[in-house]
């Protein structure tokens, strides 16, 4: 990892969250569901959420999707089922998240 994404990642996220699932949401990775009372609910992607760090994760992942190994596997796999790139990208981001998460709750190099 990164030290840079690792220093302003640290900087950014809150630390008082308990899951990665309570994290993403503030991320802005998390969809958002907008139903009325008689309308159909339909699931879209969440305009909310800190924008900086969202970037920072987006654009970070965006590098790893076109490599070798890990990382890249994931997004093959997800462009093989036929997931568009934004939606792969942000399924990439939202699974390095949760890696990330568990390095800085484990407290582990």
């Known amino acids: 990892m990164n030290q840079i994404y690792a220093f302003q990642l640290t900087k950014q996220i809150k630390h008082d969250e308990s899951s990665h699932d309570r994290l993403a949401?503030?991320?802005?990775l998390a969809p958002h569901n907008r139903q009325s009372?008689?309308?159909?609910?339909?699931?879209?992607?969440?305009r909310q959420g800190n924008k900086r760090l969202k970037n920072l994760l987006?654009?970070?992942?965006?590098?790893?999707?076109r490599t070798e190994g890990r990382w890249?596997?994931?997004?093959?796999r997800c462009r093989e089922r036929g997931?568009?790139?934004g939606k792969a990208?942000?399924?990439?981001?939202?699974k390095r998240l949760k890696v990330t998460y568990?390095?800085?709750r484990d407290r582990v190099p």
């Not at 987006?58 to 999707?65: G, V, Y």
């Not at 890249?72 to 093959?76: I, S, V």
């Open 25 to 28: 949401p503030y991320c802005g």
């Open 37 to 46: 009372e008689t309308s159909i609910s339909s699931v879209t992607a969440s």
């Open 58 to 65: 987006i654009f970070s992942c965006n590098c790893l999707a």
């Open 72 to 76: 890249g596997d994931h997004y093959a």
């Open 83 to 85: 997931i568009p790139h």
């Open 89 to 94: 990208l942000k399924a990439l981001t939202r």
């Open 102 to 104: 568990a390095i800085m």
